[in-house]
């Protein structure tokens, strides 16, 4: 045996061989494909019929690819061996890939969009009407290349009212498609009156990106309408199908989402004639109607003044007008005929009352006679007791009323004068009783039975202790 | 403004905002409508005129706007740009 190396330097050895190798180009099946790893690399192998070997797939490298790998793709790899010293792994380390013809990626595109028709999301019956002038539309395409300067292109010269948000996105590549959902997403959150979603023209491959299925999920999803313009005319993608709306081209698409300025200007135009004609229109029948109105109320009013005049007329023959007198005539008839019956009732009343009348006071007559006879005895009789009652009486009284009178001319002042007393009176009349009241000088006045004393006071003297009292 | 008629099944409100606050679709359809109610004969003459008044000043700014039309186009958002280039 020969003496030993160290396996550093086994490897070394066998890596300088392999890499005298020159670049290869491989072609054969992907298996063991486990996706990328978290840096975007992916290690697998591709087999043919025998034999299988390692390859690497840098991440730069691998999102070139239209499509993710998956076992049973058959890809064409383009690189050089090396050997990993660290771990001893023999790898083809792959500068280029590509798919190797596009037969698996359209048998998968066939079963997505069996798949999807199964759901109903292809149906035409899903598809949304899109407005036939979107005064706003969001563009989801590309912000490099030519497409979204045509688009711009298309609706300026079109119709430049049509306002443009674009939203930028990748539209090829492995990460396009998470793009295109992100996009789509903000899209429709800006609530446009529709979504283009537009790429321009590419190969199978290229296009792989609008057959993805997140895609196609992200586009039926949508609550704005999605009209597609992808690739040229004979491209048909899954994309296309679930949209609202699929245009041949990206122009197309643009132009479908509103009218020319020519077309508007014409409707503007149609709808101005309308107005003027429905308006003139308008003011003849209106003058029309006027006139008819005019002609109707004369009428109108013709009829009318007729009917009043039937009525007067009717009115004006009826009998009570025409010979009022003969109403009365009947009612002068009939008080007549009263006036006689009360007439006849009267004097019968008349009558009658007299009969009774005649009756009565001579009833009255002769009871009264009764009455007066019945009375007068008695008051004969009573007149006579009267007047023995009357001489009675009187008799007693005249004799006591002498007897006063004769007591009363006694007693009287005259009788006292004659007898030659005198009363002594003041000059105003009063009578003094007392001497002492006058004085001397004074006038005094002396009635006497025969005539008065006019008297002057001489002298005064009272009644004195044991003279007699008078003269 | 509204007018009731009552022959027409259609009352159509005259609408109060300032032609130029509506928007080019906005004011094309209430064009529209306004045409077909006086198509429609059965308006008062009074209401009529104000409908017919109404119906010029849409269609002057509707011309004026596809005369003067600018294109307006904005970038709002960019999904590339957040991945890797």
């Known amino acids: 045996m020969a003496e030993p190396i160290s396996v550093s330097e086994a490897l070394n050895k066998a890596k300088a061989v392999l890499e005298t190798v020159p670049t290869l180009t491989v072609i054969g099946e992907v298996t063991s494909f486990r996706g990328p790893t978290n840096r975007g690399h992916c290690y697998f192998q591709i087999k043919d019929g025998l034999c299988s070997m390692n390859v690497v797939v840098w991440a730069s490298i691998y999102r070139s690819l239209p499509v993710p790998l998956e076992d049973g793709l058959e890809i064409v790899v383009r690189g050089k061996f090396s050997i990993y010293p660290n771990r001893g792994s023999f790898d083809f380390i792959v500068s280029q890939v590509a798919l190797r013809g596009d037969g698996l990626l359209r048998q998968k595109v066939r079963l997505l969009k069996a798949k999807l028709d199964a759901e109903g999301l292809t149906s035409p019956s899903r598809k949304r009407r899109v407005p036939v002038f979107c005064e706003r539309v969001a563009v989801v395409t590309s912000l490099t290349g030519s497409v979204i300067e045509d688009v711009k292109r298309t609706l300026a010269d079109r119709n430049p009212l049509v306002a443009i948000d674009v939203f930028g996105t990748m539209v090829q590549g492995v990460d396009a498609p998470e793009c295109i959902v992100d996009a789509l997403e903000k899209a429709a959150a800006s609530k446009p009156d529709a979504i283009l979603l537009v790429r321009g023209g590419g190969s199978y491959e290229d296009l792989m990106t609008f057959n993805d299925e997140h895609v196609a999920r992200a586009i039926a999803a949508c609550p704005v309408p999605v009209v597609t313009g992808i690739g040229h005319e004979p491209d048909v993608t899954i994309a296309d199908d679930v949209a609202d709306r699929r245009e041949l081209t990206p122009t197309a698409a643009a132009a479908s989402v509103a009218p020319s300025l020519g077309q508007l200007t014409d409707k503007i135009d149609e709808r101005d004639g309308r107005l003027c004609r429905a308006m003139n229109l308008m003011l003849e029948r209106a003058s029309v109607r006027q006139d008819d109105q005019a002609h109707n109320l004369d009428r109108a009013i013709d009829r009318f003044l007729a009917t009043i005049e039937a009525r007067i007329n009717s009115w004006a023959a009826k009998p009570v007008l025409v010979a009022p007198q003969g109403l009365v005539q009947v009612q002068k008839s009939q008080v007549d005929v009263l006036s006689h019956s009360f007439d006849v009732a009267v004097q019968a009343y008349f009558h009658k009352t007299r009969e009774s009348v005649s009756r009565q006071a001579t009833e009255l007559d002769r009871s009264s006679v009764n009455l007066v006879s019945q009375f007068a005895t008695p008051c004969t009789s009573l007149a006579t007791r009267l007047q023995l009652v009357e001489k009675t009486l009187f008799v007693g009284h005249e004799a006591f009323l002498r007897q006063a009178q004769a007591s009363l001319d006694a007693l009287s002042p005259e009788r006292v004068l004659e007898r030659g007393y005198a009363i002594v009176q003041d000059a105003q009349g009063h009578v003094i009783e007392d001497p002492m009241t006058v004085l001397p000088g004074a006038a005094i006045n002396v009635q006497m039975a025969r005539g008065q004393i006019g008297a002057q006071v001489v002298s005064v003297m009272p009644v004195t202790e044991g003279q007699p009292e008078e003269e | ?85």
């Open chain 2, 1 to 85: 403004m509204s007018y009731q008629n009552s022959n027409s099944s259609d009352a159509y409100e005259l609408n109060a905002a300032p032609v130029e606050e509506l928007s080019f679709k906005q004011a094309s359809i209430e064009l529209e409508h306004i045409v077909s109610a006086l198509e429609n004969g059965s308006l008062e003459l009074e209401a009529a005129l104000d409908y017919y008044r109404r119906g010029v000043e849409l269609l002057s700014s509707l011309r004026e706007r596809l005369a003067t039309a600018e294109q307006q186009v904005q970038v709002l958002y960019d999904a590339s740009a957040s991945n890797q280039g």
